[in-house]
């Protein structure tokens, strides 16, 4: 069996959690079909319901009050008994910060192999090997997991496409997994999450976005590409040469060593396209780059891409979306 952690925020489940269970079924399929099952810490309710309805195996839902609320430490005691109970083979996970904060915890509590940012399965059939970003995305590890099973693997968000998961006719069933967990062995106390902090936003969770580069010359310039944001209901994000320079919140950035983020819509403008750009947007679904330099690395990976000046393309653009 592969375990699935569906990762939730006060019962609204996190799209990389269906993210996590399409990377589980193209797993599956390797080891011949092996059944999935999702473990829901801290909820149920609606979350359980949705995750009922989908048909992709048996929902666990954990129910002790100590992790209705999100601790490290709570967390790792509650998984640890869900994965004794159930003796999977593979534990997924999305990679978010809620995890990392966890899982390395979890892996080392219960002495299993770990492996981290996963953007591809491959490997023959039964003998499954993952591949993960290294060096900022310059080079690409196959890892194979060593010693006993359970193995933890967590994937990068963006990498498998949630609109792929097949999902089942029949809902699946709800199963409540009761455990005790040890309140006196929390030694965290519950704050706001990193993406609720003043002024933060959650990139990883919209579903259109429009990023800057240094093409947009100066901060004073930024409207443009706010104009365009507004006209398209996008968020507005950046590479890191923008928010080093201090022009956008660093929340904002996208790359190796800002967010992931995988919208139906990555509209990149003046944006040339390094790798540890990429790494961060090269899931998205659809990428429309504007750049006027026309052997733009970006051009790459677009989907639509038009050579020219950002300011008179991104301005034509607004008023044709403002016409709607």
Request: with cysteine.
């Amino acid at each position: 069996m592969i375990l699935v952690v569906a990762e939730h925020r006060a019962g609204h489940l996190n799209r990389a959690t269906w993210e996590a269970a399409a990377a589980a079924q193209r797993l599956a399929q390797r080891l011949g079909a092996m059944p999935l099952a999702i473990v829901l810490p801290g909820a149920g309710g609606e979350a359980a319901q949705e995750l009922a309805a989908a048909g992709l195996g048996e929902v666990l839902t954990l129910t002790d009050p100590a992790i209705e609320t999100y601790t490290p430490d709570g967390y790792v005691m509650a998984l640890a008994a869900a994965v004794a109970a159930r003796a999977p083979r593979f534990v997924v996970l999305p990679h978010t910060y809620q995890t990392r904060d966890f899982v390395p915890a979890l892996a080392a509590r219960l002495t299993r192999s770990l492996i981290t940012d996963v953007t591809a399965i491959a490997g023959a059939a039964g003998a499954p090997t993952f591949l993960r970003p290294m060096f900022q995305g310059k080079l690409a590890a196959e890892v194979r997991p060593a010693g006993e099973s359970p193995w933890f693997v967590t994937v990068q968000v963006g990498a498998f496409r949630a609109d792929q998961l097949q999902r089942g006719s029949t809902a699946s069933p709800v199963t409540s997994l009761p455990v005790t967990i040890d309140r006196a062995a929390i030694r965290q106390v519950p704050e706001a999450p990193f993406q609720e902090a003043q002024r933060a936003v959650d990139l990883s969770q919209a579903a259109r976005i429009v990023a800057v580069g240094r093409g947009i010359k100066s901060k004073e310039q930024l409207p443009v590409a706010e104009a365009l944001a507004r006209a398209l209901g996008a968020e507005l994000a950046a590479s890191r040469p923008i928010c080093d320079s201090g022009w956008l919140p660093m929340e904002r950035q996208v790359g190796s060593s800002g967010q992931t983020v995988a919208p139906r819509l990555y509209v990149a403008l003046g944006i040339s396209g390094a790798i540890q750009h990429l790494v961060g947007m090269k899931g998205s679904r659809t990428i429309v780059a504007i750049n006027k330099d026309a052997d733009a690395p970006i051009f790459e990976v677009a989907d639509y891409g038009i050579v020219g000046d950002l300011f008179e393309i991104v301005p034509a653009l607004v008023a044709e979306l403002e016409k709607k």
